[in-house]
């Protein structure tokens, strides 16, 4: 991760790598279930009892395996109509493993230091994870009260995922202190 410089207005940068060298990952992939990228991205003001939240952004990617032509599918939050079609695990990983520039507004100059903390979590989907999380950022929620026992379901599949161990990956990192 980078904080950035005077150049870019000191704006973070973060790269996820190494993240395909985990087998555990990839088998579950390579069976059909999809994987979800997410991040998480902070600005912190330090002060000196109490840092002070600046700034937050959230962003996701999923990689899944299309079961007829092998090809590797990527879909983003910020566009969840578009999909990148990838011919190899490779060619989706040099993707997935770029920069991204952080979308959070920067310091205003001379107003003290500040530092970046950085969060990904990877995690196994079902496909019926899959297909709620595509309904919910089309924004089709629903109150029904039958969503209930699905719920109580969807719980249910998480804790049998973990517990064949095919759990969720957690990463972090935080910058040094900076001063615009």
């Known amino acids: 991760m980078s904080p950035g410089n005077t150049a870019n207005g000191w704006r973070a940068a973060v790269r996820p790598v190494g993240l395909f060298a985990d ?4 088998r579950p992939l ?3 279930l999809p994987l979800r990228f997410h991040f998480q991205l902070e600005l912190w003001h330090d002060k000196f009892l109490a840092d002070n939240l600046i700034d937050r952004a959230t962003w996701s990617l999923i990689l899944y395996q299309e079961p007829l032509s092998g090809e590797y599918g990527l879909t983003f939050s910020w566009d969840f109509d578009r999909v990148e079609w990838f011919v190899s695990l490779e060619a ?10 952080a979308p959070i507004d920067t310091p205003e100059p001379n107003s003290g230091n500040y530092y970046y903390d950085a969060r990904l979590e990877i995690e196994i989907l079902s496909l019926g994870d899959l297909n709620e999380l595509e309904r919910w950022l089309r924004g089709d929620v629903g109150d029904d009260a039958s969503d209930i026992g699905s719920v109580f ?7 049998f995922i973990r517990v064949i161990g ?3 990956r957690r990463y972090e990192a935080r910058t040094e202190l900076f001063a615009p």
Do not use: C, D, N
């Open 23 to 26: 087998s555990a990952l990839i």
């Open 30 to 32: 390579l069976s059909g």
């Open 92 to 101: 989706a990983a040099r993707t997935i493993e770029a920069w991204y520039q």
């Open 153 to 159: 379901g969807r719980g249910l599949k998480r804790l």
């Open 166 to 168: 095919l759990s969720a």
